[in-house]
């Protein structure tokens, strides 16, 4: 049985190595072998670099970064002695972590309850749960709840109340759904779980934007898919008002995503284009029809998560939401993933997926085999929010989320001015350009002085977007000035260097 559990190519290594770069001024210049030994290590302890990934042959590894084999061997002789490699004739070298080590940080992971209260979260993307309306509607539904436990509880499809509810709320976007359109699911994540199982084999190619949501990217990567990233571009007819810190809001690149739909042909595309996570970007709907239409033409599928497309805090009352994909191209193959942790509270794990009646079926079918169904009272908690309490939910969250953004765009340029970032109109986040400074520095450092930071390279792939994080909005608006200028004391150690032990210093290599 082999000791690692997926495999480096040496072109993926490459450029993960070309993106570690050391913070502040170069250090003096040291043996090669030492400076890929500790990109590599920088690698792993930064969870960029799974422990036991394969890594490639000393040959391989020598051509792609055009090195001596004598270089390379060298450096996994000593990451070996470190503890950071094992190797075995016959299976190779992969990554682990030497005794007694703590594993990598992630960022994305919630903070414990009982590190709370030491701890800064800027990683989790999530808002407390919108009181008092969720008590009342606990309390409604436990009233509710005698009537479903005189059965088994099963429901496959989920509660006939909340697929009603849910058809209904799109059917108020713009988007007329009827019930049976509707899949109920343990949260967004896990409608995204069961349509990768059904609809993308392992080697399939999926198009996916650059940079993209975190989460959905690695499970996409475990299920063994292609990703074919295709870059945002920006407007170039932006005018950047007081708070957009001179950065345009990003657009989808609609002659890559041409190029990629016509020359990769990939199985799903997956898109967010409502108030995207990361960059918070709104896509207009000629946008949309654009790539339904090249989508159409290729035979892919196309995968639109919703799961902020109620987050509207900063869009004018004047100037209307862009109706849902599946509202613009009845003909495209579309399936749309929705959920109630983004609105409402990320505690109940309710998701949706929207599709065709026959997909819903399969689906249903299948996840039988995984978690049966959804819990039976967080369901009926969601079917009462989504009901009467819903406007004043959603304004009470709106408020919110549109104080602490103003909150930040005051506070950051001022104690970071290097820092930039496209102001957006909605969403849970803000994508902000580091100045140089490498995001994955950032979140090693904040994690010694208990600032939680999501490095940008989460929302990418083989190293890119090293140069930027993402800031929720989740932090109260009168906490947001103390939160920056502890993020601002976490980037000044950074600059320094101060992540790093004396010697350990991780030189880039010129590949």
């Not at 109260?476 to 600059?495: I, M, Q, T």
Request: proline content about 10%; charged content about 20%; hydrophobic content about 45%.
């Amino acid at each position: 049985m082999a000791d690692w559990h997926s495999t480096v190519t040496p072109p993926a290594l490459a450029r993960l190595l070309a993106a570690t770069r050391p913070p502040g001024p170069a250090p003096a210049r040291r043996p090669a072998y030492r400076a890929l030994a500790g990109q590599i290590r920088q690698l792993v302890t930064e969870g960029r670099l799974p422990v036991g990934a394969r890594l490639p042959a000393e040959r391989e590894l020598a051509t792609v970064l055009e090195l001596s084999r004598t270089t390379v061997a060298t450096a996994y002789e000593t990451l070996r002695g470190d503890g950071y490699l094992r190797s075995r004739r016959g299976a190779g070298s992969w990554t682990t972590l030497p005794e007694g080590a703590p594993p990598p940080g992630d960022a994305l992971h919630p903070v414990p309850p009982d590190e709370q209260g030491r701890t800064l979260d800027l990683g989790v993307a999530a808002l407390p749960a919108p009181q008092p309306w969720l008590g009342a509607a606990a309390a409604r539904a436990v009233e509710q709840l005698p009537y479903y436990a005189s059965g088994h509880g099963h429901y496959p499809t989920g509660v006939p109340v909340l697929r009603e509810a849910v058809a209904r709320r799109y059917t108020e976007r713009g988007l007329p759904t009827t019930p049976d359109q509707v899949l109920i699911t343990t949260g967004a994540m896990g409608g995204l779980h069961l349509i990768q199982r059904a609809l993308v084999g392992r080697g399939d190619r999926v198009a996916v934007e650059a940079p993209s949501y975190a989460h959905t990217l690695q499970a996409l990567r475990l299920s063994g898919a292609r990703l074919v990233p295709v870059p945002y571009a920006y407007r170039t007819d932006h005018r950047p008002g007081p708070q957009d810190a001179l950065v345009p809001p990003p657009v989808w690149d609609r002659d890559e995503w041409q190029r990629v739909l016509r020359g990769a042909a990939p199985k799903l595309a997956y898109v967010i284009p409502d108030f995207h996570n990361p960059t918070g970007a709104l896509i207009d709907e000629e946008q949309r029809r654009e790539l339904l239409a090249a989508a159409r033409a290729a035979g892919s599928i196309v995968l639109v998560d919703e799961t902020t497309a109620e987050l509207d805090w900063g869009v004018p009352e004047s100037e209307p939401m862009p109706r849902p994909m599946a509202a613009l191209d009845r003909a495209a193959q579309v399936v749309t993933v929705g959920s109630a942790g983004k609105l409402l509270w990320g505690g109940l794990r309710i998701g949706w997926v929207r599709a065709a009646p026959a997909l819903v079926r399969r689906l249903a079918g299948e996840r039988v085999y995984s978690d049966v169904g959804t819990p039976v009272l967080e369901q009926l908690i969601a079917a009462e929010l989504l009901g009467e309490p819903l406007p004043a939910v959603r304004a009470h969250q709106l408020d919110r989320l549109r104080a602490t953004a103003h909150a930040f765009a005051a506070a950051l340029p001022a104690r970071l001015p290097g820092w930039s970032f496209p102001m957006p109109t909605g969403g849970l986040a803000l994508w902000v350009s580091t100045d140089g400074l490498s995001g994955a520095t950032l979140a090693g450092v904040g994690e010694r002085d208990g600032v939680r930071i999501a490095s940008g390279n989460r929302f990418g792939s083989d190293g890119a977007f090293e140069q930027h994080i993402r800031i929720p909005l989740t932090v109260p608006a009168a906490a947001v000035p103390a939160a920056v200028e502890r993020l601002a004391a976490v980037a000044a150690r950074a600059a320094a260097g101060g992540r790093l032990g004396p010697g350990d210093e991780a030189q880039p290599l010129a590949v």
